[in-house]
């Protein structure tokens, strides 16, 4: 059975410092992996996904991030944090022989600091 | 810009009564998705449906459990005796090519 890890149930950065959030699955086969952000009252929004294309994967609002085989991860980083940053972020990753149902790590809620 | 939408946006009901959650997914999407959170927790897969059936489902997502998709354009999950434990976050979720996966923003179910 797959599985997502998300270290971190929170993580608070300054404005302008570095966003970094991590994500470690197992898989039995190449997965697919995503990332997705939760605002306050709203679904989740795909940030970015990996499909065995590029290891590094550049998403929407200037987040990007890296899959690691050796390691088993697809850690979310983002250069420098902006207030509207601040949401719950979610790694989840695709059992393609199961229906593509998604497995997702338990979140990470990102606080902005001015 | 497209969207998944989920009607009602919150629903309370009495424990042992039926509900049924409303999703009309994205047009041209082919897959089908329910998912739930409860609060404090992760989100968890409930079903898939595609080609007017099945293909996965968790074992959450017992006798239950429904789902359908009646007219072509909406997409239900009915729960037919609700219990205090199915209080939670309901997402629908579609995708074209069974990749990545559009949210709808969520019913929240409360039993009361």
């Known amino acids: 059975a797959q599985s997502v890890t998300q270290l971190g149930s929170h993580v608070s950065v300054s404005e302008g410092a570095l966003v970094l959030l991590r994500c470690n699955y197992s898989?039995?086969?190449?997965?697919?992996l995503f990332w997705y952000v939760q605002y306050p009252n709203q679904g989740l929004q795909l940030l970015l996904k990996y499909t065995s294309a590029a290891t590094l994967v550049k998403g929407i609002n200037g987040f990007e991030a890296e899959f690691k085989k050796s390691e088993t991860s697809f850690h979310l980083t983002k250069p420098s944090a902006h207030m509207s940053d601040a949401a719950e972020y979610f790694c989840?990753?695709?059992?393609?022989?199961?229906?593509?149902?998604?497995?997702f790590g338990g979140g990470t809620r990102v606080l902005v600091k001015p | 810009e497209p969207e998944v939408t989920q009607t009602p946006s919150h629903q309370v009901t009495q424990m042992g009564q039926e509900v049924i959650l409303r999703c009309v997914p994205i047009s041209n999407h082919l897959y089908f998705y329910w998912y739930r959170q409860i609060l404090g927790q992760k989100v968890e897969f409930l079903v898939s449906?595609?080609?007017?059936?099945?293909?996965?489902k968790s074992e959450i997502f017992d006798d239950q459990f429904s789902v359908e998709r009646p007219d072509g354009s909406n997409f239900t999950l009915k729960i037919r005796s609700t219990k205090l434990e199915d209080s939670a976050m309901y997402f629908c979720?579609?995708?074209?090519?069974?990749?990545?996966?559009?949210f709808g923003p969520g019913t929240r179910l409360t039993v009361t």
């Open positions: 449906f595609y080609n007017n059936e099945i293909s996965e």
């Open positions: 979720a579609s995708t074209r090519d069974a990749n990545e996966q559009y």
């Open positions: 898989s039995s086969v190449p997965p697919y």
């Open positions: 989840a990753v695709s059992d393609l022989a199961a229906g593509n149902k998604l497995t």
